[in-house]
């Protein structure tokens, strides 16, 4: 149903969104370990966006109605351009330790993997859903990384 393209796109959406997230975020945190972490983390997001946009690049194009697939994409696009998941709703003001924020970030990478997997079920293309998967395992490792650090 979806495109490799299609899919890569949304993917690149969904990180551009989590990293424009935590920029601001940054301005919300007075302890300099807050602000350290929350500029890991949308560094993080942008280098999850440009490693997407490169194989986004790499895909060749197959052949058909550019004006559908363009349509598609658009359409993916629209249903997450300025979601942000469960972090539209928190109050970084409202945080005040290193623990709660990795908490934050746990629960926006858990809502990411979520995404993916719901998508995967609406695709029966098999590079399409190679490349979701490649997303969820960029997204599982940081999850992963951001519990070590809560357990540390």
């Known amino acids: ?3 490799a393209g299609e899919v890569i796109g949304i993917a ?3 990180e551009e969104n989590g990293e424009r997230f935590y920029r601001k975020a940054i301005a919300a945190a007075d302890k300099p370990e807050m602000q350290e972490l929350l500029r890991w983390l949308a560094d993080e997001e942008a280098r999850h966006g440009r490693f ?3 194989m986004k690049d790499s895909i060749v194009q197959q052949s058909g109605d550019d004006w559908a697939v ?3 994409e658009q359409l993916l696009q629209s249903m997450v351009k300025d979601r942000v998941f469960s972090l539209e709703e928190v109050q970084f ?3 005040t330790t290193e623990a709660q924020l990795i908490e934050v970030g746990i629960e ?3 809502d990411s993997i979520q995404f993916y997997e719901i998508l995967l079920s609406f695709i029966d293309d098999p590079e399409a859903a190679r490349y979701v998967h ?3 395992e960029e997204e599982r490792r940081h999850v992963a990384f951001l519990k ?3 357990a540390a």
Do not use: V, W
Request: no cysteine.
């Open 148 to 150: 070590e650090r809560l």
């Open 93 to 95: 003001d409202a945080i």
């Open 134 to 136: 490649a997303i969820l």
């Open 52 to 54: 997407f946009l490169e």
């Open 70 to 72: 363009q349509m598609g």
């Open 12 to 14: 690149i959406q969904i």
């Open 1 to 3: 149903m979806f495109t």
């Open 108 to 110: 926006l990478e858990r």
